[in-house]
């Protein structure tokens, strides 16, 4: 069955750093186009980056320049290097195999950013 665990989540201060990691097991992660979403209390879930299997990357507006998503296939693992933190970064991370179909959705990673 695909599988998909998030971790590295946690309690950090304005201004710090944090390195989320999703393992992925039960598919050929190599061919999957993987990204990251996150779901504050109260909002809507928001795509926050997306990388395919030749690298290629996008985010969303909010977290340019701050977050970079990678993936090393050989791990079957997909990243989310986190700098500069704000507190309306705090949210539930999730990890998300986009293709191909169906989706699949981790348990999520709660990030907390404290002012």
């Known amino acids: 069955q695909v599988q998909l665990v998030e971790s590295g989540g946690g309690l950090v201060q304005s201004g710090g750093s944090l390195r989320l990691s999703c393992t992925v097991s039960g598919t050929t992660f190599s061919i999957n186009v993987m990204a990251w979403y996150r779901q504050a209390p109260g909002k809507q879930r928001e795509l926050v980056a997306r990388?395919?299997?030749?690298?290629?990357?996008d985010y969303a507006d909010s977290v340019k320049g701050r977050f970079t998503i990678s993936r090393d296939d050989a791990k079957k693992t997909v990243y989310l290097q986190m700098n500069s933190l704000k507190p309306e970064d705090t949210a539930v991370y999730y990890c998300?195999?986009?293709?191909?179909?169906?989706?699949?959705w981790g348990q999520g990673t709660q990030v907390t950013v404290s002012s």
């Open positions: 990388i395919i299997s030749n690298g290629s990357t």
């Open positions: 998300k195999r986009a293709w191909p179909p169906p989706d699949y």
